[in-house]
């Protein structure tokens, strides 16, 4: 018998290269009550009439999508007042993200995006054989100085997550603007607002006009945060024409199901719905923020629907001891170790007992530190 290695297919090194994505928990074993805030859901779960489009789409399951989704994206730029020939919709952001990697990368093409940014970014680079650049983000922050230095001849793609996940910080519109323009014009600047709908900053933008205004310019935005579709997949990018037609051209011919179009065509049209989700979310953010930093817990400043607990800034505190004390109370927050931010913990904010409950178990977890 031979000793020789069996032949088989192997993928490219930048595949083998990724670290699988791996989601927050669902569950802690062992707790009666379960408080899962470790994806950033929205807590009071999607609009009723997103419900019963998605049922009635059950009806015609037989048939196959609008590969166009020419009612979801006439709904979107109904919603927002934008061209809905310049509207793509994916399967999830990540799917527009992904085809912009294999659109515009070609292998050793360089992709900058920042140290905590979300994990997809490298992902999609890798998979369509580019080259990450990672830029450090002083103070949990992007800087866009340290990412335009960062440019090089070999640089494609700037990803900038705007609010970012799992930092939870934001970046004005003239500091983006400000790197748009110190970016050179082969340059796509993709900017990820998956949680756009929840910031309350009179210096935000989530990217429509600068996208209006110029050809280098990319903004995504999801279904899966404020409206409540996140087991739908179904997510959406506003670009210039060009990167339209070559999107177009790397998409799936029915990339997104039917009843993930119809549901997203009724929930972005209640637009009440909306406004209680970012009510909500404004009431129990600074909330549960203030709470959790009068426990001694250091909490980063958040513009999403979500917070960082830094464990470090309690004496004998740990993240991963916290992470089995809240689960085994039943609370399920997300583990950032992956995202290079091993002491701390992120929990979305959720509804009012979970908020409680969270509060209660962490103040548990401290007074077992004999800080209490």
């Not at 970046?171 to 790197?179: C, H, K, S, Y």
């Not at 209006?212 to 899966?224: G, H, I, L, N, Y």
Request: aromatic share 6%; proline share 6%.
């Amino acid at each position: 018998m031979s000793d020789a290695p069996i032949a088989r297919p192997v993928a490219r090194r930048s595949v083998l290269k990724i670290a699988p994505y791996v989601p927050g928990r669902s569950s802690a074993g062992g707790a009666v009550k379960q408080h899962k805030l470790s994806s950033n859901e929205n807590p009071l779960g999607p609009s009723p009439a997103a419900r019963e489009a998605f049922l009635a789409a059950a009806a015609t399951l037989e048939r196959y999508p609008d590969g166009g989704a020419t009612l979801l994206r006439q709904a979107i730029a109904s919603a927002y007042g934008l061209n809905a020939d310049r509207i793509v919709c994916g399967n999830g952001s990540d799917e527009i993200l992904a085809m912009i990697a294999n659109a515009y990368l070609a292998p050793g093409d360089e992709v900058i995006f920042t140290e905590h940014a979300f994990l997809v970014y490298r992902i999609v680079t890798l998979a369509a054989g580019g080259t990450p650049v990672v830029v450090a983000e002083p103070e949990l922050r992007p800087d866009v100085d340290l990412m335009l230095a960062a440019v090089t001849e070999r640089t494609r793609i700037v990803f900038l997550a705007n609010p970012n996940n799992p930092t939870g910080a934001y970046v004005p519109a003239d500091e983006v603007r400000r790197l748009r323009e110190g970016l050179p014009p082969h340059v796509l600047l993709v900017i990820d607002a998956a949680y756009a709908e929840y910031v309350r900053r009179n210096d935000y933008e989530a990217g429509i006009e600068l996208v209006a205004t110029r050809e280098d310019t990319v903004m995504t935005r999801t279904f899966s945060k404020v409206h409540a579709l996140a087991a739908l997949r179904l997510g959406w990018a506003y670009a210039p024409a060009g990167v339209v037609d070559a999107l177009h051209r790397v998409r799936g011919p029915f990339n997104v199901n039917a009843p993930a179009m119809a549901a997203g065509v009724a929930a972005i049209a209640d637009r009440a719905y909306v406004e209680r989700a970012v009510e909500h979310n404004a009431t129990w953010l600074p909330e549960v923020t203030r709470q959790v930093r009068e426990l001694g817990f250091g909490v980063p400043p958040s513009a999403g629907n979500f917070i960082l607990i830094d464990f470090a800034t309690v004496a004998g505190a740990d993240a991963g001891d916290a992470d089995d004390a809240l689960g085994a109370c039943g609370v399920v927050l997300r583990r950032v170790t992956g995202y290079g931010l091993p002491q701390m913990l992120r929990m979305t904010i959720g509804d009012e007992e979970a908020n409680h409950a969270t509060i209660a178990a962490l103040t548990a977890y401290r007074d077992t530190l004999g800080h209490g």
